[in-house]
């Protein structure tokens, strides 16, 4: 952006300005363009960036948590009282219970409460921020709010603590919430004198912890030990790491005495979610490959290998005939299956463009006609591919040229089924506002299903542009395209068209497809490869003249 402002920082000259203000514009749709080039993203979501507009939103708030750091210090300060203990003498090692500070008291000079004892141990490092205020440098690491906190919050646990803790500095002119108990830290903490610290219970309903840091260790499988300190790190309260156990117990045994909440076990339950969900997903993707016999992993590594291999000219010394064996696969076997029910169902109805249908020939369809022979590899294959869309290509530039010189002349050769290369009025009444189905219950629906589903007025066009459409008698094919921005409503009247179709029993009608399975899984559709049988799976039945018709088509 910076890069972007220095360039064109002339346009913002007011010597050059038109109208006033007039730079300003061409500055900002200068930046706009070249975040929407070099970042990728539309020229919307950076004009959303230069205005400081999130650019997604969400029912709660997440805080950054970097987990690790707390757990890296217990672990740091048992391990510094292992260094100091003598090994094999047999001394129980004795940790006194820190004390709360009594009001008028005086504190030792070198008091080592805290586990500061162990800070200058060998091996225990921690990581600092170093600030500056009123002249003074500061070093605050970021365990210190949790374990200098308030006398008041001792009960607190470090989840509830990052989730409901508000701190606030006392010199700052805008006034701390009144609702709120204000509290100082303790003298050790580097912000003693500065800043005070409350708790909020009312953001456990907006806020969340943001785990940042490796993940967290499992329950059901890994190193016991490691899983069982981090939980009583998070949900047991504590100030130094000496707190959480006794020498005598391990951190397993410790976690089996520990009386969690219901929450805190709900929490722990949650944690562990997301690897059972990594399970299943194996569990599933075994299960497929062992339905279709690809459990050999060298084998699954062959099929992915495949999709590289491509001649870009001429023949390929590395080509195999057994590449070009594109037999169709179970998905494409089934929807042949069906397709072929449906047709029979069809004939058994009396659906007379049937006959025409099967009557069709490459002729009709217009496609080229190509000498297949046994010995013909991939490289030369896709040689053929691409001098047939050069041809292609050139037959619809020409085309373009005969219309538009047909035009110059007065012309009009375009039949009424034809598409022409022009925007253009298409005469047909259910484009109308006025349209009546020849039905008038079909008419009650729409407006039924345009209420249930609250449609705006620009969803409302397009939902009953083809329900009409979908009402007339034999009408021609309906090509539209239905456009946006994401969040405006696509995917709304998409369900209501299903919901539309739905009540006049004619879902056949009504087929989604998308390009990836993510797009497909949102509008509730299939992929284009699935509906489409485009299988590329390696099969030894059919001959080569049907390999190459079904590519064709």
Not at 246 to 251: I, L, P
Not at 297 to 302: L, V
Request: glycine share 8%; proline share 5%.
């Amino acid at each position: 952006m910076y890069e972007s402002f220095s360039k064109n920082e002339s346009v913002l000259d007011p010597s050059n300005e038109q109208k006033p203000g007039n730079g300003a514009r061409r500055m900002l749709t200068k930046i706009v363009n070249s975040l929407s080039a070099k970042m990728e993203i539309g020229a919307p979501m950076a004009a959303l960036y230069l205005l400081k507009n999130p650019d997604h939103y969400t029912s709660h708030e997440f805080i950054p948590f970097y987990w690790k750091n707390y757990l890296n210090y217990v672990e740091g300060q048992w391990k510094a009282l292992l260094d100091i203990a003598e090994p094999g003498d047999g001394a129980d090692v004795k940790i006194e219970e820190e004390q709360p500070q009594r009001e008028g008291s005086e504190e030792p000079e070198n008091d080592d409460r805290d586990g500061m004892i162990f800070e200058n141990a060998p091996g225990h490092s921690e990581t600092v921020q170093m600030s500056r205020m009123d002249g003074y440098f500061l070093a605050k690491t970021n365990t210190d709010d949790y374990r200098f906190r308030p006398v008041q919050h001792e009960s607190i646990c470090l989840y509830d603590f990052i989730q409901c803790s508000v701190k606030h500095p006392i010199r700052s002119q805008r006034q701390p919430r009144q609702d709120l108990r204000w509290f100082n830290l303790l003298e050790h903490h580097p912000q003693h004198t500065t800043h005070a610290l409350a708790l909020d219970p009312g953001r456990r309903l907006m806020y969340v912890p943001h785990f940042i840091g490796p993940s967290l260790p499992r329950r059901d499988s890994g190193n016991r030990e490691d899983y069982c300190c981090t939980m009583l790190t998070l949900f047991c309260p504590w100030r130094t790491g000496i707190d959480l156990r006794s020498a005598k117990d391990t951190w397993e045994e410790t976690f089996d005495k520990y009386e969690f909440t219901d929450r805190q076990r709900t929490l722990m339950e949650n944690f562990n979610m997301r690897y059972e969900c990594y399970d299943a997903r194996d569990d599933y993707t075994a299960i497929v490959k062992g339905a279709n016999g690809s459990n050999n992993p060298e084998e699954t590594a062959e099929d992915d290998e495949e999709d590289d291999i491509y001649a870009d000219n001429g023949e390929n010394p590395e080509d195999d005939d057994e590449f070009l064996e594109m037999g169709f696969g179970k998905a494409a076997t089934s929807l042949q299956r069906s397709n072929a029910a449906m047709t029979l169902a069809l004939k058994s109805a009396g659906w007379k463009t049937i006959s025409a249908i099967g009557s069709m020939t490459s002729g009709t369809l217009k496609l080229p006609k190509i000498a297949i022979d046994s010995s013909l590899r991939s490289g030369a294959w896709n040689n053929i591919i691409k001098v047939e869309k050069l041809r292609a290509w050139s037959r619809k530039m020409s085309g373009f040229i005969r219309a538009r010189e047909n035009e110059a002349a007065g012309k009009d050769v375009h039949k009424p089924g034809d598409v022409k290369n022009d925007a253009y009025v298409v005469p047909s009444s259910y484009l109308s506002k006025d349209f009546t189905p020849p039905e008038e219950k079909w008419s009650d629906t729409m407006i039924r299903v345009i209420a249930d589903f609250r449609l705006n007025e620009g969803q409302e066009k397009a939902f009953r542009i083809i329900a009409n459409h979908s009402c007339c008698i034999a009408p021609e094919q309906l090509l539209m395209h239905l456009g946006g921005m994401g969040g405006t409503g696509k995917s709304t009247v998409i369900r209501a068209l299903c919901q539309f179709f739905n009540d006049r029993d004619e879902q056949y009608r009504f087929v989604l497809l998308g390009p990836t399975g993510t797009s497909a899984a949102l509008i509730g559709g299939s992929t284009y490869h699935t509906f489409l049988g485009v299988n590329q799976g390696r099969s030894a039945s059919g001959s080569a003249s049907a390999k190459v018709e079904e590519v064709r088509e």
